[in-house]
């Protein structure tokens, strides 16, 4: 259902249907946010299933000079950050949730990556 729900919220963007609500985000303080919630969720996944071990070794964050606010559809934005935290926890083999964000401007744009930093898996939004 997920992945419906995406398909018509992306048809609707790219017809010009869903009115996007740009405000100024602190992108340091959205990442917390961000990671936190994950972090409540694969806990509250592991006192359910007690096979699956998640450990949280941190967040690091790596955003250069001039990029510290972004102005973005809040929810738009959480929606994205939220989806490569996720895959880039996801493909990792490791049980570590230590993710090392990084934004920086690559030719003209904003780049995000998400990498898990225990083993390299990496996914970027541009």
Same mark, same amino acid.
């Given at each position: 259902m997920?992945?419906?729900?995406?398909l018509i919220e992306l048809t609707s963007?790219?017809?010009g249907k869903f009115p996007l609500q740009p405000e100024a985000?602190? &992108?340091?303080?959205?990442?917390r946010q961000l990671y936190q919630q994950i972090i409540n969720k694969f806990q509250t996944i592991d006192s359910i299933e007690s096979d699956l071990l998640v450990s949280t070794s941190g967040l690091e964050l790596n955003i250069q000079s001039g990029l510290e606010i972004a102005i973005a559809d809040r929810l738009? &934005?959480?929606s994205i950050i939220s989806h490569l935290m996720l895959?880039?926890?996801h493909l990792s083999s490791s049980p570590s949730i230590a993710l090392k964000i990084v934004v920086k401007?690559?030719?003209g744009c904003t780049a995000i990556t998400v990498k898990n930093d225990v083993?390299?898996?990496?996914v970027t939004a541009n």
């Open positions: 997920t992945i419906v729900n995406d963007l790219t017809t985000i602190e &992108l340091k303080s959205l990442f738009r &934005l959480c895959e880039a926890i401007n690559l030719d083993t390299n898996t990496m």
